[in-house]
């Protein structure tokens, strides 16, 4: 088989035990890696009911068919288990050395069982596998860790690591890795904490199959060109997803006090052109030639990468306009290996909760002591943090008193950093998204914004699926970054190409979407399993949107109708053939080649 090694790496801790699993051409074209490769192994085999921190759920790091090639941007890889979160499906993807070597190990996936007796960290080097002694580096951070781990096992080699949030099993810990890149805020450090798994180490010697090298090595080539190429790409270069702070502030979408509001007067003190005058270095991913990782000294010196969607949440969304103070939060986070978007939600809510006198902490806006103070004890799971470590939907039903209505999450899944007072189909977007409110899976509000962004009819709904479709099923499945497609023009035109010199596969974006479908209705399966009242109430966006408006800004007065949000939300359901409410049909399943799934399910 061309494109694909055809092996996955099983490890079972409990058993000290590997052994490796070959798949398919018939898997492989179904289900194509990443997302694809991960849900329908966790469909198969994790029971329904399984607790997401007991040894019985899988950890799976999965790469695809373009993954570590010579390509665009395409040292990624998918984290994937069952969330503690949210009790549903959670994946996260990241940039990571650790994808490339996977795949020049010879593996697509990795699926982690079990639970070690102690600490430990796996370690892999082609066909070896062990599983070594940990007990020095628990308790120590991220990047503590991953220096330690490179200074044993050489440079040459892919990490992949939690910190002290994921051994303390708060609920949206990420995987980390390089400093800086996470992946997998539904909690996937989380389950590699309940593993007693501290890290992976992965180091790949071999080459990787695909039909066409001179082909391939020639269109990567081409492509990186044409990237740079592109009219957009100095600026990129210059501020990477930093640029978008400024948009989100002048349309009103800036997440601001706990999403209250769209503008935050104190912008300027965050954005990407403070961001520049403070830049010392820019990192990034593997493969990949326009690095988006912004890195400033923050205010105690020490280095800090920086992105929007961090600053968006531990900036204007906690009320902090100073950007050194923005990086302390951000480099702590990394650090400890919090989550920073989840972590940034949670700050906003407890300031807001104090502000209101429904807690008995005293928090201030805009305070980075105070911010830094919850960080640590979320991490710590010392006094309130401890109920903070299990997100926000958990926290507001403690806190109560009509705090539900403002705590911003959809599924257990704190949002992005996008307010929606003003984008109905962002706000549905965030709603759909198959892990909850993530933004990976369909960033609508630039579309919507520059379209008509206070409709609420079919084309939106039909933009959506289209997004969610390529976002969510194609780049989670290829496992590539999308940021050269959405953010610089690279067109998408290239992909089926580089999926012919790399599997031999003629593709058409007809077959990809159907394939896109296939994961998507898998993981909402998925959910329906866990839950079995799972459907319509659980795609609704926070109330916040719905029953306050915004009260600043050149939108002032602005929130989302219920109403028309529910009849956007039937349409979605009918555009994607899906029932009433919102569960895939028989019909559906069988089209889409999972007739066992309707049967499991009783449909
Ligand atoms: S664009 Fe950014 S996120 Fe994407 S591969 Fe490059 S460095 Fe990583």
């Known amino acids: 088989m061309h494109g694909w090694n055809g092996q996955i790496l099983r490890v079972d801790l409990t058993k000290k035990k590997s052994s490796v699993q070959s798949y398919d051409k018939d898997f492989a074209l179904k289900f194509l890696g990443g997302r694809g490769f991960a849900i329908k192994i966790l469909w198969d085999e994790l029971p329904k009911g399984t607790d997401p921190l007991s040894p019985q759920n899988k950890l799976i790091f999965a790469t695809g068919p373009l993954t570590g090639l010579p390509l665009a941007s395409s040292g990624k890889i998918v984290v994937a288990a069952k969330s503690p979160l949210t009790g549903g499906y959670g994946d996260g993807n990241l940039g990571t050395r650790a994808a490339v ?121 081409q492509a990186y060109k044409d990237i740079k190429g592109k009219e957009s790409y100095d600026f990129w270069i210059r501020q990477g997803t930093m640029m978008a702070l400024e948009w989100a502030n002048e349309s009103s979408c800036l997440p601001t006090y706990n999403y209250s509001e769209g503008v935050f007067d104190e912008a300027k003190g965050i954005d990407g052109y403070r961001m520049e005058k403070l830049k010392v270095a820019r990192r990034g991913c593997p493969d990949c030639n326009m690095q988006c990782g912004n890195v400033i000294k923050d205010v105690e010196g020490e280095e800090a990468e920086l992105d929007y969607e961090n600053v968006g949440l531990l900036g204007s969304n906690i009320g902090l306009g100073d950007l050194e103070k923005v990086a302390l939060l951000n480099r702590l986070a990394d650090d400890w290996g919090l989550d920073t978007i989840s972590a940034g939600n ?127 099923g194609l780049f989670e499945s290829f496992v590539t970054c999308r940021l050269p497609w959405i953010e610089v023009g690279f067109s998408l035109d290239w992909y089926p190409k580089f999926l012919k010199a790399a599997t031999g596969e003629d593709f058409t974006f007809d077959e990809l979407k159907k394939t896109a479908d296939r994961i998507y209705a898998l993981v909402r399966c998925f959910w329906k399993r866990e839950y079995p009242d799972f459907g319509k109430a659980w795609d609704m966006p926070p109330d916040r949107w719905f029953e306050e408006p915004l009260t600043k800004g050149p939108l002032k007065g602005t929130k989302v109708d219920r109403d028309r949000y529910v009849k956007m939300l039937n349409m979605y359901y009918e555009m994607r053939d899906w029932d009433s409410n919102g569960i895939p049909t028989r019909k559906t399943l069988e089209t889409l080649g999972l007739p066992d799934v309707a049967k499991a399910l009783n449909i």
């Open 101 to 221: 070597h996977l795949r020049k190990a010879g593996y697509e996936a990795i699926v982690i069982d079990g639970k070690a007796d102690a600490p430990s960290y796996l370690y892999i080097e082609d066909s070896k596998v062990e599983i070594l002694d940990a007990k020095t580096l628990w308790g120590t951070g991220t990047f503590a860790a991953e220096d330690e781990l490179i200074k044993k096992h050489g440079k040459n080699c892919g990490v992949l690591v939690i910190g002290q949030a994921g051994e303390n099993l708060v609920k949206f810990a990420p995987v980390l890795s390089q400093k800086g890149r996470a992946g997998g805020r539904p909690g996937m450090g989380a389950v590699m904490g309940s593993k007693n798994l501290k890290a992976v180490i992965i180091k790949g010697s071999k080459d990787i199959p695909v039909s066409d090298p001179d082909g391939l090595k020639e269109l990567g080539k």
């Open 346 to 472: 949670i700050i906003g809510f407890v300031m807001e909760a104090s502000q209101k006198g429904l807690i008995s902490e005293k928090y201030e806006w805009g305070s980075a002591d105070d911010a830094r103070t919850i960080l640590e004890e979320m991490t710590f799971r010392k006094g309130f943090g401890n109920v903070l470590a299990e997100g926000v939907k958990y926290t507001s039903q403690k806190v109560g008193k009509g705090s539900e209505k403002w705590a911003m999450h959809v599924k257990g899944l704190e949002c992005s950093a996008y307010d929606c007072h003003a984008a109905p189909g962002m706000a549905l977007a965030f709603a759909t998204s198959c892990i909850g409110a993530h933004h990976k899976d369909a960033w609508l509000i630039s579309w919507e914004i520059a379209t008509d962004r206070s409709s609420y009819n079919e084309e939106k709904v039909a933009k959506l699926i289209e997004l969610q479709q390529i976002r969510g």
